[in-house]
């Protein structure tokens, strides 16, 4: 599914992701590796192979898109560092020839040596004129003349059948000076927002995005 914003052009990908064509860009956000080990160690039941599966997601993301640069609207990374960390840095290794960026989000808390060790370039916004890509966008002044990219809220949308059949979806949602992003990682929940809000929602299902008509 393709959108154009500010004559470029975004493929919305299934894969819960963006390529923005012409600039040979990937972009995803909310990976939160780690989470799943943070979990165990706290205590708390969850999948072991939850970070395994995300890493090779986003590989088999990057070996078919083949982008010149990654950006990674925050929240790469879960928690305090455990060996999950280790196993990206693993990951990393292999594709040290990407440029990635790192835009800061809440739980990217990690020092500076991991991100640094680990080749990533980070801040906590970048802009590349008319476009802005940041976390939380909440709170942030509006401009007409920029538009807007987050993550955080890790959006969905509930698609309701006949009767009381209904099912929650994850979506790219869309107004007029913004999109978020889906939560690229599993294990991470939904926050559903409201249809009426929004210019576009993109809800993502059998590996598809389709546009709602009624937005």
């Avoid at 290794?93 to 640094?116: E, K, P, R, T």
């Avoid at 007029?176 to 809000?197: C, M, N, S, V």
């Amino acid at each position: 599914m393709r959108t154009t914003i500010f004559e470029h052009t975004f493929e919305l990908l299934a894969d819960r992701a963006i390529h923005w064509l012409d600039e040979n860009t990937l972009i995803v956000s909310d990976l939160h590796l780690g989470k799943s080990g943070h979990f165990r160690k706290s205590g708390i039941a969850a999948p072991q192979q939850i970070n395994q599966t995300n890493i090779r997601r986003l590989e088999s993301l990057i070996n078919r898109v083949q982008p010149d640069r990654m950006l990674i609207l925050g929240d790469l990374f879960h928690s305090d560092i455990n060996r999950e960390w280790f196993h990206f840095e693993d990951w990393r290794a292999g594709h040290n020839q990407l440029d990635i960026v790192l835009v800061a989000g809440n739980h990217d808390s990690l020092h500076s040596s991991f991100y640094d060790r680990a080749n990533l370039r980070v801040c906590h916004q970048l802009k590349q004129q008319p476009f802005r890509f940041i976390h939380d966008s909440s709170g942030e002044p509006v401009s007409e003349f920029e538009f807007t990219f987050s993550g955080h809220i890790h959006p969905g949308v509930v698609i309701r059948g006949k009767g009381r059949q209904s099912v929650r979806l994850a979506c790219f949602y869309k107004n007029a000076r913004q999109l978020i992003l889906p939560a690229f990682g599993e294990f991470t929940g939904l926050y559903i927002l409201p249809d009426k809000e929004a210019e576009s929602i993109y809800p993502i299902a059998e590996n598809k995005v389709f546009q709602l008509n009624h937005v």
